[in-house]
């Protein structure tokens, strides 16, 4: 368990992140009610949102640390592990379920070896579902990298992902 100093605006690591945190929970004057800005800080910060940093917004904002879980795992925004340097999300929607979507997931997570909600042994490629992406006249949908494309089929997506992987975007 990590060490958590009683001084709240401290970190026990010299990580300058947590003092940019800091001044962001001061903004908002340490209020339980900015909960969900300081976890969007903290993961533009640090990336993702780690067990240690969860602590230390719930003991900075006084909070039970279940409450503070709850929040960064309800909200799909919020990652609790590294994400990869590219980031494929396949719509599961009810349009996009019906048009393939399910067949889109199959064929990415064996062609990268990659389980849905992870990212591949060699950081490069987080796959994740969502509810909706509100698309669905062009289901079955996905984004890959910010980008999204319709009319999906397995032969598209792997093409779509393999550029990002190999130029960037």
């Known amino acids: 368990m990590p060490i958590i100093q009683e001084n709240p ?3 026990p690591s010299s990580d300058k992140r947590f003092k940019m945190l800091t001044a962001t929970m001061k903004r908002y004057q340490y209020s339980a009610d900015a909960l969900i800005e300081v976890l969007h ?3 533009e910060l640090f990336g993702y949102l780690e067990e ?6 719930a ?3 006084k909070l039970p640390p ?3 879980y709850g929040v960064a795992t309800f909200y799909h925004f919020f990652s609790l592990k590294q994400k990869g340097a590219h980031t494929c999300v396949v719509c599961m929607g009810t349009a996009c379920y019906v048009k393939g979507a399910a067949n889109l997931l199959a064929t990415l997570e064996q062609q990268y070896q990659v389980k849905i909600g992870e990212t591949t042994a060699d950081n490069q490629l987080s796959l994740v579902t969502a509810r909706c992406l509100g698309a669905c006249g062009i289901a079955p949908a996905v984004v890959v990298d910010g980008k999204v494309a ?3 089929t397995a032969d598209l997506v792997i093409h779509r992902v393999e550029e990002c992987l190999h130029h960037g975007s």
């Open 9 to 11: 605006q401290t970190h």
């Open 66 to 68: 279940s409450r503070v």
């Open 41 to 43: 800080q903290a993961q």
């Open 59 to 61: 003991h900075s904002l």
């Open 150 to 152: 319709g009319y999906q």
């Open 52 to 57: 240690d940093l969860l602590l230390y917004i």
